[in-house]
């Protein structure tokens, strides 16, 4: 199996970045391969926009999935852009490792997803669900978060976290393009806990 680790934490040192290390190295011991996209360490640049193009369907008026679209069949979309998606194409399970940021990714994952997820290829058409461009691959999230586990559920001070502020990324991002949805790994209260407790 190959695997993908989307990575993305500001600090080397964090419980995020030695699940991410952990992770490559457990898969690799287990004969599997293993690429990791670590987004800070990369200097991504989250931001969508005309840029992500060096030739332009329209050139008049941005339709930022349309020039996805012609950007990829055209082999003109960005360098960035463009080994991230070879990346993911060769994936057959994608991690996506981040700690939760105001009940979501952090920018920089928001980031990968928006310029790498590109239609006409993961989604559009009659792509989505069963039908998604990324049929036949996995994604598992997992992520850290300050809060204790009883703050979240249907009566907590949170509400619930994977039927509801988690559903967007994992209904409506992951299972969308087609990717079957792993059951998520949650670390609470990570930022307060002592190491060996971590």
Known sequence: MHVLIVHAHPEPQSFNTAMKSLAA???TSAGH?????DLYEMGWNPVASVEDFASRKNPDYLTYA???RHGYESGTIAPDIAAEIE???RADLVIFNFPLFWFSVPAMMKG???RVLVSGLCYGGMRFYDQGGLKGK???VALTLG???HMFGPEAIHGE???GMLRPLLRGTLAYTGMTVLPPFIGYHIPYLKPEAR
């Open 161 to 163: 976290l994977v039927d």
């Open 147 to 149: 809060g204790r586990e």
């Open 33 to 37: 391969t293993v690429e990791v996209s």
């Open 66 to 68: 349309l020039e996805q």
């Open 138 to 140: 996995k994604a598992l």
């Open 112 to 114: 990968w997803i928006d």
């Open 25 to 27: 190295e457990t898969l």
């Open 87 to 89: 990346k993911l194409k």
